[in-house]
């Protein structure tokens, strides 16, 4: 209880520097020239650098798209690492212009801090990993166990509720990032670690045994992630939400980095022809051009292309579409029309 009163306090006070929040994102994105975007301090597959010290990832890739559909180059992005504390701060002091960093769209997020959330990009669940050798089988086993957990997260929420709602007791070990989980968790300092499914999956995939570690079956929580702006700037909420939704677009529609010119040139239906701006001006609608989503697409491909590029079956992260496949395909990924 402390806790959850200790969290809506530090809201409320996230939340007065929101009420500054002012219009015109895009004017501030424009006169820069480069988008500030928030992301996790490093979590493979989502935003990580690489070995050349590039920052790369889902996540990454993403805010290249909406640097492209509004600078016109997909390199025009400063990336800034955030922990699961200072992100809202960052983004509410306009330190950064939007967050893409696994972050879950909560009611009292949404509504007392005042943050503006877009869509979901990816559909998650709070799980558990644990080593082989501890031999549990179920989260519901872990009572007594110390659990690692990341601060000012859902998931230090959901894991106490959890554990309420069961009647089991765990110790928490609290850490401020994924790489710090990943230190403690493999010094053997906590018994299991707590965050979202495919952090988990993500973490895993960087142990030198991954298969000495197994993910327990529970899922105890909904996480929809997905990118985060200010509250008051409808203009810029609408310039990434529908960013987002022309990668989803594209998918459904069969465009594709590498086709995407051609189908501009000659679109096979009017659908395609006013999202990649060959038919009407919807960019003008945004305060934008024309190619503002062609450039968006081209830059890492559409949202099938970058989850797969990044998180999919071929990748050391290896996670399924599952949810996040198409709806056309069972999942939940869904554009509004373009018209």
């Known amino acids: 209880m402390f806790k959850r009163a200790s969290f809506v306090a530090a809201a409320v006070a996230v939340a007065g520097i929101a009420s500054g929040a002012q219009a015109a994102t895009l004017d501030d994105v424009k006169a820069r020239g480069i988008l500030h975007c928030i992301v996790n301090t490093g979590l493979p597959g989502f ?33 800034i ?32 801090v005042k ?7 990816y559909y998650d669940g709070q799980g558990f990993i644990i080593r082989k050798s501890k031999g549990v089988k179920s989260a519901k086993e872990l009572d ?9 997260t859902t998931t230090e929420l959901n894991l106490a509720d959890y554990f309420r709602a069961n009647k089991i007791k765990y110790t928490p070990v609290p850490i401020e990032d994924s790489s710090e989980a990943r230190k403690n968790y493999l010094a053997d300092r906590c018994d ?6 495919s952090g988990l999956a993500a973490t895993r995939a960087t142990f030198e045994k991954p298969s000495d570690h197994v993910i327990l079956p529970e899922i105890i929580s909904k996480e929809p992630l997905g990118p985060v702006v200010r509250h008051g700037d ?10 987002v939704f022309a990668l989803i677009q594209a998918e459904e529609s069969g ?10 040139k000659t679109p096979p239906n009017p659908d395609v022809a006013r999202l990649l701006g060959a038919e009407g001006d919807l960019g003008a609608m945004l305060g934008l051009d ?48 373009f018209r």
């Not at 007594?144 to 000012?152: E, L, N, P, S, Y």
């Not at 299991?192 to 499914?197: L, W």
């Open 255 to 264: 465009v594709t980095a590498a086709n995407a010119d051609e189908m501009a």
């Open 192 to 197: 299991a670690y707590t965050t979202d499914a």
């Open 144 to 152: 007594g166990a110390t659990v690692c957990i990341q601060t000012g």
């Open 115 to 121: 943050l503006t959330f877009i869509h979901p990009t």
């Open 81 to 112: 690492p955030a922990t699961g504390k200072t992100r809202f701060t960052l983004l509410n002091s306009k330190e950064g212009d939007v967050i893409f960093r696994n972050t879950t769209w909560t009611f009292v997020r949404d509504v007392d």
């Open 234 to 243: 409808n203009q810029w909420e609408d310039i990434v939400r529908w960013a």
């Open 290 to 337: 024309k190619a503002w989503a062609l450039r968006a697409i081209k830059a890492h491909g559409n949202y099938g292309e970058i989850f797969e590029s990044n998180l999919g079956t071929k990748t050391p992260i290896g996670l399924e579409r599952g949810l996040n496949a198409q709806y056309t395909n069972g999942g939940l990924q869904y554009a509004p029309p």
């Open 47 to 79: 935003s990580y650098t690489d070995a050349n010290g590039k920052w790369a990832g889902f996540d990454a890739d993403m805010c290249r798209s909406v640097a492209a559909a509004v600078l016109g180059d997909p390199e025009k992005v400063k990336f």
